[in-house]
């Protein structure tokens, strides 16, 4: 048995004065595991939303590029191959833009790097989705009982990249050693 958890056994068992003062010692080192547990997720949450929200700017940026530079340079191009062939406004004139609009990006440079950067973005943020839903649970876990707590720390993605993530879940395993057998407080109303 560990030396937190000898305490807490001492903290059952004692009686009178003894047992508040025990029980106060072991009821701060959990609140204070708690505290810490909570802002190491906050700073784990906090870097995913950030890349998750830059991210979102570049594909915005990138689709602000695309309707304001790159696509009247390629539809003039594409509406004359589209002229060529089909009846202006017909539904084939309509697929023969779209098709020569298509190609013509393929073979733009800056419209494929573009166009690949969205891509590339909007995978990272589905990975990122995913991540910040599981993290958010584990912060929120940290708020109740321990079991909980190290459950939603160990569910959460492996994330070589973001050191942030081991603090978070060696924050939630100290907060599970020293709230062993102490009592969970009932949960505040969050605003």
Do not use: F
């Not at 939630?172 to 605003?191: D, Y």
Request: some cysteine; hydrophobic content about 40%; aromatic content about 2%.
């Amino acid at each position: 048995m560990s030396v937190g958890g000898t305490r807490r056994l001492r903290c059952t068992l004692l009686t009178g004065a003894l047992t508040l003062t025990a029980c106060g010692n072991a009821a701060e080192e959990c609140a204070t595991a708690r505290a810490a547990a909570l802002t190491a997720w906050s700073a784990y949450t906090g870097e995913l939303t950030t890349e998750r929200d830059k991210a979102k700017a570049k594909i915005d940026e990138a689709h602000r590029t695309l309707r304001t530079v790159i696509d009247p340079r390629i539809d003039a191009e594409a509406k004359k191959a589209a002229d060529r062939l089909y009846a202006s406004g017909s539904d084939e004139w309509v697929r023969g833009l779209r098709s020569h609009q298509t190609g013509a990006c393929r073979k733009d440079a800056e419209c494929t790097a573009l166009k690949h950067g969205i891509a590339e973005a909007q995978a990272s943020i589905e990975d990122l989705v995913e991540r910040l839903a599981l993290a958010e649970k584990a912060q929120d876990a940290t708020r109740g009982e321990t079991a909980a707590a190290h459950s939603a720390s160990t569910a959460a993605i492996i994330d070589p990249p973001r050191p942030a993530l081991k603090t978070a879940q060696a924050a939630t395993a100290r907060l599970v050693e020293a709230c062993e057998g102490v009592p969970v407080k009932p949960a505040e109303p969050q605003p």
